[in-house]
């Protein structure tokens, strides 16, 4: 690393560069190894890892079952900083390589989804739930789910990987994407400001995208001490919506599954029963932990 660096004319995957995720990163896709993956007892299947983007689903598939809605799941743990997202089931399941990916085995033949709104739009419209009926809320609503699928890559890709993983701190790039970051919370709390939830009255797939990203930020749960450094107490509007929707007893369970970190008794790695939750999770699995 060095600050007079000049691009040669062809780029060359000659090195590491360091950081959290060098391990696993390369500039080619496609399986590394052969892996198929496994199938449990419920049509839909999902491989996922409880970080922002694996939150949003498992959050879904809770708030349908809270609703009554026959979504069953299992839910299989993908480790992505071992590789797991290259063995060769994932990547028939997603070719991009990333969490989260579902499958359906309730239509003929199993069907594939990845990315995380798509999964998110699939699930709603399949179920009938949170993707309101009529044209202006159902376009509202699709209005803030792409605008998170699209924002989200500036907060982590951008501003969590220069100001928390980065090996050095670049101060040019931290700059840069903590702006757009700030941006995007004033957006959010210009909005909330006279909104209850991001369609209006209605919860929706598009709170339950945006919450595990910019909430988490905002109440201090990502990227070191971003919450300070942004100044995330002052988006007063989002907070409140953040603390609403924190309440919710399938936003409690949802963040919960394929949880590997934090508190034992918060981490549930695999979920194949409403029961797991009470019976599953590390505290009682591993009590020495
Ligand atoms: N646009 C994708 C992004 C998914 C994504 O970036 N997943 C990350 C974890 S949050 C991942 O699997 N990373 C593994 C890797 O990059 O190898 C989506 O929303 O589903």
Known sequence: MNDDYTPPKVWTWEKENGGQFASTNRPVAGPTHDKPLPVGKHPLQLYSLATPNGQKVTILLEELLEAGKSADYDAW???IGDGDQFGSGFVEVNPNSKIPALMDHSVTPPRRVFESGAILLYLAEKFDAFLPHDPSLR???LNWLFWQMGSAPYLGGGFGHFYHYAPTKIEYA?????????RQLDVLDRHLADHRFMAGDEYT???MAIWPWYGRLIRGGAYGDAATFLDGASYTSVAR????IAARPAVKRGIMVNRTSGEPSGQLWERHDASDFATRTQDKLDPQS
């Open 174 to 182: 931290i700059d840069r994407f903590a702006m757009e970051v700030k």
């Open 77 to 79: 743990l993908i480790r």
């Open 241 to 244: 919506w953040e603390a609403e």
């Open 205 to 207: 797939i598009a709170d």
């Open 139 to 141: 376009t509202e609503t």
